[in-house]
């Protein structure tokens, strides 16, 4: 069974992703992390084809506390990351949150994979 961590599952792609997902592979679990920004609505989560396999969390990419948390708890072995900031007019008048998120964020969120899987690897011997 994998146990998948979508980053921006709320919003239109990853939502989408997430049903595809659900209908599709049975032994599939999906961890849903996403901040809900001007991007992120529930409206896209409706429902969705098995709930159970379906654990939504309210949070940040940027929350290097909670990506670890999340990779312990919920053993992530795969990754599929949508959360960014997409608006490029945003970003001239304000680059601060794209910097965030889109660079700062997706950094964190491999340090987190990675520190977690070297972790789980098994010694040659």
């Known amino acids: 069974m994998k146990n998948i ?4 599952g709320a919003g239109f792609i990853g939502s ?3 049903h595809f997902l659900l209908k599709t ?3 599939v679990n999906i961890i849903n992390l996403d901040a809900f920004t001007y991007a992120g609505t529930l409206e896209n989560l409706k429902d969705l084809p098995d709930v159970d396999r379906h654990t ?5 990419i940027c929350d290097q506390d909670l990506l670890a948390d999340l990779f312990q708890r919920y053993a ?3 990754v599929v990351h949508f959360a960014a900031e997409s608006h490029v007019d945003r970003s001239i ?4 949150p794209f910097i965030q998120t889109n660079i700062a964020g997706t950094y964190m969120l491999l340090e987190a994979a990675r520190s977690y ?7 040659q011997g």
């Open 56 to 60: 939504l969390v309210n949070g940040n």
């Open 117 to 123: 899987w070297a972790g789980q690897r098994i010694p």
């Open 76 to 78: 992530i072995d795969t």
């Open 16 to 18: 989408n992703f997430i």
């Open 5 to 8: 961590l979508v980053t921006g």
């Open 93 to 96: 008048s304000g680059p601060g």
């Open 25 to 27: 592979e049975p032994k």
